[in-house]
């Protein structure tokens, strides 16, 4: 994939001319998919499910004893507790889940141990859903183990057994479900209602209710939650995986559902029906040994090799939520995973129905300017054997795009795999997040509305993305609170939208500013409220709109 997971709707001025050429009879999960798993080679395949992915991966023994945690998974464990429980060994299902919620689990891993079975189901982890997939492995010392995969939920994805064909759908029924415990079902729909945008009046006439009402069951959210806000309202449901800064039409598209995104998931209803309060603490794992990292990560691409390519490849295109595709060096699409093919379809200016096959060529939905500059990133790709990392901004959203060379079926030369998923708003692409890769720094992006704003109005947009008031903003960036409010009255004309928590939620949305991570995440790199950085492809797109306006006055 050569631009993003989550582009919005193309702007349809500009429409990029349409290679000659029929469709691409097959692009989907099936056939060909597999013969690929072989060419990339076990070793890359673990690189780019580990480490370039969002997903947090686990090799669990049969009797709950954790043997590998990739970084991810290190962090969000270490994020949860006092102490940095991650550096320590023995660690166990036990030492980071409620006594029920590892039970259960544990129940899972053994079967999938005995009965060889993979096995799927949404958790609500610290009220955030995530969708779990559990694979049979070989423990590093050759016994039965399960290899588990983690990552966060859309807010209309659902897990549908026609989503993972080969996989058994099971339903979780203890979680670790946070604040979403205390919450009653007409509270939840009221919190899903705010995520998604939706002002008072609106939610009442949804709810069949008085604006009245839904003001007293708002002030009972930010009561049990302890937030103050709308828009810290409406941060807790996009962080839960209840609601989506983007539009509904879109989630669903990249979700591969057809369900309402407003409609709760059955995990979640269940949650809302056998309300327990605050589920109790994890007990932690007594100080042991410090844990040797690089013996584990070893150990852990041996029993991926006997895992094998194949099932890498399944996890990587159907479990990790990101866009996966296989070019040629001119850009012909030989392979797209089922998510990716949903972009395609939609980016695609052409289609003449919606059952029509994904495109062939990336011209069909890649901005000519763009297409120019990506296709020589992939020619140097097939003709160096090298990896590249960029940036890529499409339609105002912040992308990772990771290509690897591998050997063309038939013929000499190279083809690439490319991996694309959406960056956070602390991430940067670097060593961290595309190891082994040169990073290059494309010139050419679709910035959307993005292009329409200054830096000083980006610095605003970021830091009311990032939940802080228009005071706080002001002192931040040393102006004036009504100065402040100009940018705000600028950025939402040119934005077309009108609201505090319309700004935030385009932030969001673009990766620029995630609310979560006030006095919350320093292991993402956030340090106390200091503002939320923004990333260089985002300040050039700026820097060249201020360019432009100068160029013109003169």
Known sequence: MLCGVDAMMPNEQHQPPRPDGPRAPDCGASGSGSAFAERAGIGRLWTLLTRVTHCGVTFTNRDGTIVYLNEENRRSLDRRSPAPISHLRPLRVEHYCPPAMASERLGFMRRVCDEGVTVVYESIDEGRRDLVTLTPAVGF????????????MRSAERVLAQNFPGCEVVFARDHFPGGLALLSPRELEVLVLVGEGHAYPEIAGMLGCSGRTVERHRDNICSKLGIVSRLE????????????PGSPEQDAVLSLAQCDPLELSDTVTHLTRVRRGPPAGVQGPEPAQSADFEAEERQARLSAERLGAARLWRLLTLHSGCC????????????????????????????????????????????????????????????????????????????????????????????????????????????????????????????????????????????????????????????????????????????????????????IRAGLAEMCHRGADAAAGHAGDSPAPVSEEVSAIARRRVRRAEDAES
């Open 324 to 507: 996966v595709t296989v070019t040629d060096r001119d850009g012909s699409i030989a392979y797209a995973n089922p998510r990716s093919l949903a972009w395609l379809a939609w980016r695609d200016r052409y289609r003449s129905a919606p059952g029509d096959a994904a495109p062939a060529h990336l011209g069909r939905c890649v901005a000519p300017e763009m297409l120019a500059e990506r296709l020589a990133f992939v020619r140097r790709v097939c003709d160096e054997g090298v990896c590249l990392a960029y940036e890529s901004i499409n339609d105002g959203l912040r992308d990772l795009i990771y290509f690897h060379p591998i050997p063309a079926p038939h013929r000499e030369g190279h083809m690439v795999l490319s991996v694309s998923r959406r960056l956070r708003a602390w991430e940067r692409v670097d060593g961290r997040v595309a190891p082994d890769a040169a990073i290059v720094h494309p010139e050419h992006h679709e910035p959307g509305a993005l292009a329409l704003l200054s830096p000083r109005e980006v610095e605003v947009l970021v830091l009311v993305g990032e939940g802080f008031s228009y005071a706080e903003i002001g002192r931040l960036l040393h102006r004036s609170q009504r100065t402040v409010e100009r940018h705000r009255d600028s950025i939402c004309k040119k934005l077309g939208i009108t609201t505090r928590l319309e700004i935030a939620r385009f932030a």
């Open 141 to 152: 010392e050759g016994q039965p183990a399960v290899m588990s995969v983690c990552r966060p």
């Open 233 to 244: 309202v409406a941060g807790f449901a996009i962080n839960a995986g209840l609601a989506d």
